[in-house]
Structures are given as C-alpha cells and as structure tokens.
C-alpha cells in the first residue's frame, strides 16, 4: 500500500467520529474528522509529513505552518518528513492573535518576513482558519505559495476564490462516513 492509501486507513480507524457535531465554522455536521488523533500519532504522523511532502512536491516554499492549533502537528511532520529527504523545511505557528507580551508576535518560529511559505491545515470546512493565516502570513511580509490540507471537507471554492493554489489529500468523499 502507498503511504496515501495507509494514510486514509489511519484516518478512517482513527480519526472519523460518527454522531452529530458542531463544527468551528457553527455548521452542524453528522460526523467530526479528529485529525489530531492522527498528526499526534506516533505511527500516523510521519505519513502525514510524507504524504503532504508528495501532495506539494510542484510547489516551491522553504516554510510551512498555519493558524494554532490544528496546522501545528501538520507543520511538524512535514518539517520532519523534509529533514529525513534531506530538505531543509522551516516550521511556524500563527497565532489567533498577537501575544501582549513578551516580543508580541503574532508569528512564531524563523521569521517568515520575504520567504515562500504553504499554509496548512489538518481539516477545512470553509477555509475560514486557514485564510486568516494567510492573512496574518502576508502582513508579516510572507509569500503563500499555496495552501495544503489533509481532508477538504467543503474549503475548495473559498480558497480558490483567494487566489491560492488548494491542495488536499483527501476529499470527504474518500473517507467511510
């Protein structure tokens, strides 16, 4: 099996929730998508990395993060991924907000001011987390390559819509709900 297919596998044994939920976006749904149960994983988490890696491989960016705290687990596999193909990849986190102390960034991680980034996310209903870091990304100064997502549950259009180039690995569609 690819490690999309052992992915998808992890993802369904793993991460798909049956019973009805509400959303972040305050959509009701009759299922959740807990992909932190898979980014967190020990087993999973590499083929996060790996196939995130694959799923962008066209696109040129030396740093990957997004909004805390679903992109964060992603940016590390992919950041570990990288390193294990001998690329160097940065990692950050955008905060929700920016800090009121300390060096009050609202980034976090290598400074990301004139760098090609990809912002990710586990899980995208309607783009809404993932576009307020790009958002936050280029009023740091960054470029955004793209955005990469590993279940697109509806986001598609919206970022489209951007003008970002959307990557997912898999749709709703693709998974045993």
Known sequence: ???????????????????????????????YVDLRR????????????????????DLSFDAVGGLTLGADPVAAAMLHAAAARGRA??????RKEGKAHGLQRRIEGPDVAGRRVLAVEDTSTTGGSVLTAVDALREAGAEVVGVAVIVDRGARARVAEAGLDYRAVFEAGDLDV
């Open 1 to 31: 099996m690819s490690d999309r297919e052992v992915l998808l596998k992890h993802i369904n044994d793993k991460a798909v929730v049956r019973g009805r939920v509400t959303l972040s976006s305050g959509r009701e749904a009759d299922y």
């Open 38 to 57: 898979v980014t967190l994983d020990g087993a999973s988490a590499p083929l996060v990395g790996r196939v995130l890696l694959e799923a962008t491989a």
């Open 89 to 94: 990849l940065d990692a950050f986190v955008v």
